[in-house]
């Protein structure tokens, strides 16, 4: 057992939903009506690997590493071949958290204290272990790429000199989906991280793009211009029923699925400028997805806990936006384009174009805080993050 | 309904063949069926709203029209690079240039259409790869889909000019494919674009 106090922990949570419950409302800094603010932390005691992922980490949900008596809450311990950390509440001097982690790596170590904190403080899940999958442009040609979440241990998914784009993740399972060129044209391939293996999932004429995996994994809606026009599909992920669910003149592309699965919400230029409508995912019409004060809107993606919708707008440079998902208006957030919800429905990973080059970065919406992930050389973009 | 469609289109084609046979150059009004291939949408599922429809290319000169909603359009072959030799030189100089965010061809690029028509004609043996391309100022997977309808477009005045659709595919490559890395305008101009790619048959 790698993380036997984790283990620990999460018993523990589930013990105890309701109080986890009234911090998460207290604390909840999204829904603060007083606006984003900082929980102050200190962070001491720590050296290498696993201070620069405990600080990640922290940064990037919604902590500032402050001094010692500007702190909220401390966090002390040590590292070598294990980790020691500690919460203490300064204001009431209680001990909040006090494990050992040892096994796996550092940074390892480091993230499984930093869920834990993450947890403990604000009673929302931690995001330190879960992984992405982005494109790395390598001249002509882009391969998929797995990582951690802030872009270490980064593994090469594809070798095929050729274009690859577009990875997007199977809910629950190791498995991606993304648009290959190796065979000459725009196709889908279902990949499988454990075994290695993959297979084509669509090979109509025209373009297959855009795939996304229902939240039950068991449908893939998609863009296809097997009819003469680049409109979404919704297939089987066992390959079986395709159904179109547009029928206009004009291209569709990038959708996803709100979290109960029966929503899909895309781009399309149907009303000669590119916005965000929604269909059911068993056919029928097509609603346009109010976003005032936001144009030319694509990309978007449905926040795990289905109240948000992230997407690019491009008003003479690319914006992230969010919306409600029953629409309303929009909130600029920052530059960035391509965005992606955490499986914490807060954090999102997003695409920078930055002196000729893209980069991966990761956003924390409500305080809008922006740090990039480690990069492979390159160009990275088109992240998807596991949920 | 759909018999009356039918013989509208056999109408059309039938004046078709009797303008060109006696020389008059005709521009179609109305989208020509593909040998061989339904052109109308079947199946279940909403139409889109007319009124929409008829809005889509308002406003983007000559080309703008009044689009059959039971129609979406030509389906397309798929491509299959192994089973051709690619001539990229030949129609280097007819490659078709787009404005911004737009997929309507524009009447300055009209003539180079009638020119690649005009060499399929003479080479009855080829078909053409129609490849789609897009400037970086949309994002990634919105110029996926733009680039492929571009192609599309330029496929659909193809066929509208007398050319089998099944010696016609299309290809997208979104904005991967630059052929200037610039970041201004006039790099723009020259990236929105699309390309057409002589298929020879495999020897």
């Known amino acids: 057992m790698k993380y036997k106090f984790l283990l620990v922990a999460s018993v523990l949570a589930t013990a105890r939903p309701v109080a986890l419950k009234s911090a998460q409302e207290s604390i909840d800094i999204y829904h603060d009506k007083l606006g984003p603010r900082f929980i102050p932390v200190s962070l001491e005691g720590y050296s290498g690997e696993a201070l620069s992922a405990l600080k990640f980490d922290l940064e990037i949900q919604g902590f500032e590493i402050t001094s010692a008596d500007q702190a909220q809450y401390l966090i002390s311990g040590h590292n070598s071949t294990s980790l020691v950390g500690r919460v203490i509440d300064r204001l009431n001097k209680t001990a909040l958290l006090a494990k050992e982690y040892t096994g796996g790596a550092a940074r390892s170590q480091a993230h499984a204290f930093s869920d834990e904190i993450v947890e403990k403080l604000v009673g929302r899940k931690g995001i330190a272990r879960t992984k992405i999958a982005f494109k790395v442009d390598t001249g002509q040609n882009s391969e998929i790429y797995f990582a951690d979440y802030d872009g270490y241990n980064a593994i090469r998914v594809t070798q095929d000199s050729t274009i690859s784009r577009d990875p997007t993740w199977v809910p629950g399972r190791r498995v991606l989906l ?26 109509y004429p025209g373009l297959n793009a855009g795939a996304a995996v229902s939240p039950d994994g068991r449908r893939v809606a998609m863009v296809l211009s097997k009819n003469g026009s680049p409109d979404i599909y919704v297939r089987d992920i066992d390959g079986s029923s395709l159904t179109q669910l547009t029928r206009t003149r004009e291209d569709e592309s990038s959708p996803c699925w709100s979290p109960d699965g029966r929503t899909i919400c895309f781009t399309s230029r149907a009303a000669g400028r590119a916005a965000l409508y929604t269909v059911s995912a068993g056919g029928g019409d097509m609603r346009r997805l109010r976003t005032e004060g936001a144009i030319n809107c694509t990309e978007p ?18 914006q992230i936006c969010t919306v409600s998902a029953i629409g309303g208006g929009a909130t600029p957030l920052v530059g960035g384009e391509d965005p992606c919800w955490a499986p914490n429905s807060r954090t999102v990973i997003f695409t920078r174009r930055t002196g000729g080059k893209r980069v991966v970065s990761l956003l924390d919406v409500p305080t809008k805080r922006v740090k990039d992930v480690r990069q492979v050389s390159g160009s990275c973009s088109q992240p998807s993050w596991a949920k | 309904m759909k018999h009356s469609m039918i013989h509208r289109g056999l109408f059309v084609f039938t004046l078709v063949l009797a303008l060109g046979a006696t020389g008059c150059k005709l521009r179609p009004k109305g989208p020509t069926p593909i040998p061989g291939q339904r052109p109308g949408v079947t199946g279940t599922g909403t139409a889109f709203p007319p009124e929409d429809v008829g809005r889509v290319g308002a406003g983007e000169g000559p080309t703008g029209r009044q689009i059959d909603p039971n129609l979406q359009g030509f389906p397309p072959g798929r491509f299959d690079p192994g089973r051709s030799d690619q001539d990229r030189g030949t129609l280097a100089s007819y490659t078709v240039y787009f404005d911004f965010d737009r997929s309507a061809i524009k009447s300055s690029e009209r003539g180079k259409i009638e020119s690649v028509a005009g060499y399929l004609k003479s080479n009855p043996g080829v078909g053409v790869l129609v490849e789609g391309h897009c400037d970086e100022r949309g994002t990634e997977q919105y110029n996926l889909s733009l680039g492929e309808h571009r192609a599309l477009a330029i496929r659909e005045y193809l066929v509208n000019l007398g050319i089998d659709g099944n010696r016609v595919y299309t290809i997208t490559f979104g904005e991967d494919k630059p052929v200037d890395p610039g970041h201004n305008e006039a790099a723009w101009a020259k990236n929105r674009r699309g390309e057409f790619v002589v298929l020879r048959p495999k020897q």
């Open chain 1, 301 to 318: 993606d449905w926040s795990p806990d289905g109240k948000t919708i992230v997407f690019t707008a491009n008003m003479g440079g690319f």
């Open chain 1, 178 to 203: 993304y648009t290959s060129y190796k065979d000459g044209n725009p196709d889908i391939y279902l990949h499988d991280l454990s075994g290695g293996t993959r297979r084509p999932f669509a090979r």
